[in-house]
């Protein structure tokens, strides 16, 4: 059935919202997942973000403004909230790519509950693609939370913990989505970008390397050179070259990426950084075929697990997901408190059985893109009612704590709201 009035029917369009408009892989890999997964259900997807800017890497799904799903010209089946560390309401003005915009403090609520809240006004189901919650919701936007996972036609979060620190028994556990990407990317079908890599990075020796990410706050204050000590040492003794990964340059992952290659080559031992990767593919070609991995980024290991590789994930800082994500896989040996620790346990890892995704993995995550695909095509209406009492919701808070005036922006000038603030030119005029 079709419909002259925008919204779902008659659209096989999905928008995914997240954190698409910053420079780090995995964050940048759900569209692309999610593009795989709903178009073999019959869907294709477009990526909203906080800010709609473009990201030159190749693979990247091109975002735009998340308030853009609003244009009542545009049709779509659904918004998909996530994944990543998304569930909160922290300022993100710490990442370069919110700087100096002032919208430092609204970011990371666009992602989900304005994403609800776009939902609820364009009368289109919502699900979530099972992102994270690193901390208790603050008090004052827990009956906003709570009104927008009821709103939630498919609910789901990574791990026990997010569910814990969102208040929300009801959300299905899932592992990461990106734990499927070699569904998307088969492991054989990266072997030609691996070959590309490591010729263009100088890696004469291709069954050897050690993907290494670094950031700058896994090394727990350990100055750059001590840790090349020992992470030269570790690999000259393992026969390994370490390749520095940045897989996140909004994070600087960049530039310590090339600072620590730097220090192992002043030590002897070859190494080299792949610092700007051209695109996603490169990334994930070098995690599938490397002969194992070590880091702190989530999605590094993750990728590296998705491919069969060995991998030790650094939780400094220990944050919960490092706890859900050995558990989903079944592998708590992998996970360490510091680098000190995970050098200790590559040889080790890399004497044991090479890993296996647990089958369960598997079934979880085809389920959740059925269930996912499954919400978008029943349409609006169970959970019509639900949607709208979050936007009633939301619509009241921004009243209470903004007044009047916040609401009725978009009918007032600013000249007369700047005026009406004291009211003095107006106080001698009598009334019309």
């Keep these: 059935m079709t419909s002259d009035v925008p919204g779902s029917e008659g659209s096989r369009e999905v928008l995914i919202s997240g954190m698409f408009d910053m420079l780090n892989f995995g964050d940048l890999m759900f569209p692309v997942v999610a593009a795989h997964e709903l178009g073999l259900r019959g869907y294709q997807v477009q990526a909203l973000s906080p800010t709609g800017a473009t990201i030159n890497l190749k693979q990247a799904l091109p975002s735009r403004p998340i308030w853009s799903a609003l244009d009542p010209g545009r049709s779509f089946s659904g918004i998909l909230i996530g994944g990543g560390y998304i569930v909160h309401t922290h300022r993100m003005d710490t990442l370069r790519e919110y700087r100096g915009q002032g919208i430092g403090a609204a970011v990371a609520p666009s992602v989900w509950l304005g994403s609800t809240l776009v939902a609820a006004l364009r009368d289109v189901p919502v699900a979530w693609n099972a992102p994270g ?12 939370a709570t009104a927008a996972f009821a709103a939630a036609d498919y609910l789901s979060l990574r791990d026990a913990g997010s569910a814990r620190m969102a208040n929300a028994p009801t959300a299905t556990i899932v592992p990461d989505p990106i734990l499927g990407l070699d569904r998307v990317w088969p492991r054989d079908g990266l072997a030609d970008d691996f070959s590309r890599l490591c010729a263009q990075l100088g890696l004469e020796r291709k069954d050897r390397v050690l993907a290494v990410h670094v950031r700058q706050r896994s090394l727990g204050g350990e100055p750059i050179p001590s840790f090349a000590d020992g992470l030269a040492a570790a690999c000259r003794s393992l026969d390994l070259t370490p390749v520095l990964i940045g897989l996140g340059t909004a994070h600087a992952d960049d530039r310590i990426a090339r600072d620590v290659a730097a220090a192992v080559r002043d030590r002897g031992t070859p190494a080299v950084a792949l610092d700007r990767p051209e695109g996603l593919r490169d990334v994930a070609a070098l995690l599938a075929h ?6 702190s980024s989530a999605h ?9 590789v060995p991998g030790l994930l650094v939780a400094r800082p220990a944050y919960r997901k490092f706890d859900g994500l050995v558990a989903h896989l079944e592998r708590p040996q992998d996970l360490v408190n ?7 346990a590559l040889p080790r890892t890399l004497a044991a059985t090479p890993p296996a995704l647990p089958k369960a993995i598997s079934a979880q995550l085809g389920q ?7 919400a978008f095509a029943t349409g609006p209406a169970p959970k019509r009612s639900a949607r709208l009492r979050f936007a009633a919701l939301a619509m009241r808070a921004g009243l209470d704590r903004e007044g009047p005036g916040w609401a009725m922006t978009p009918f007032t ?6 005026a009406a603030v004291d009211g003095a030119d107006v106080r001698e005029m009598e009334p019309f």
């Design 133 to 144: 919650t690193p901390h208790p919701l603050r008090q004052g936007v827990v009956p906003l």
């Design 290 to 295: 490397a002969r194992a991995y070590a880091g």
């Design 300 to 308: 590094g290991y993750i990728t590296a697990a998705a491919y069969g």
């Design 338 to 344: 510091n680098w000190a620790a995970a050098l200790a």
């Design 413 to 418: 000038t600013a000249k007369d709201r700047a």
């Design 368 to 374: 959740h893109w059925d269930s996912i695909a499954a």
